[in-house]
């Protein structure tokens, strides 16, 4: 039998389906409840969890993050929305996308957070070693 889960189950969460337990030993009794308990894993490395709200550690090349530029996320409700960075952002800026967290009927929907991340190559091409130098003798 299939569980609908609903949106906003948290790990380690108890989902209780009324009377789909254990049958009835007395023929006038109603049946147990099921209960399943929510387990599932995050990528801790990219996203934290708190409540309905949604943080994703994103890693931008660094050149980029200097002019300026556009990422796109992926909101819990699957579709994409882009975001817009600024130049010369900061390490760890934290841009908020309102009410694009998880859902959860009864609340309000949580907030996505997107914190931003110098990603630094490990190896230069000759050209980006050119263009360093050019810049580092102005």
């Known amino acids: ?3 609908n889960i609903p949106p906003g189950v948290q790990p380690n969460e108890a989902i ?3 009377g789909q337990g254990s049958e009835s030993k007395s023929p006038s009794g109603q049946n147990g409840d099921f209960v399943a308990i929510a387990d599932y894993k995050i990528d801790t490395e990219r996203y934290e969890i708190n409540g309905l709200d ?3 550690h994103v890693h931008i090349p660094w050149y980029k993050l200097l ?3 556009s990422y796109t996320v992926n909101i819990p409700n699957g579709t994409e929305k882009k975001i817009k960075i600024a130049s010369c952002t ?3 800026t934290i841009m908020k996308l309102s009410g694009e967290g998880l859902k959860r009927s009864g609340y309000p929907t949580g907030n996505y957070f997107v914190c931003i991340h110098y990603q630094i190559p490990d190896k230069l091409t000759d050209k980006e ?3 360093l130098a050019q810049l580092n003798n102005n």
């Open 1 to 3: 039998q299939e569980i």
């Open 16 to 18: 209780v389906i009324k």
């Open 54 to 56: 949604v943080l994703e």
């Open 67 to 69: 002019y300026g530029c």
């Open 90 to 92: 900061k390490e760890g």
């Open 129 to 131: 070693k050119e263009l």
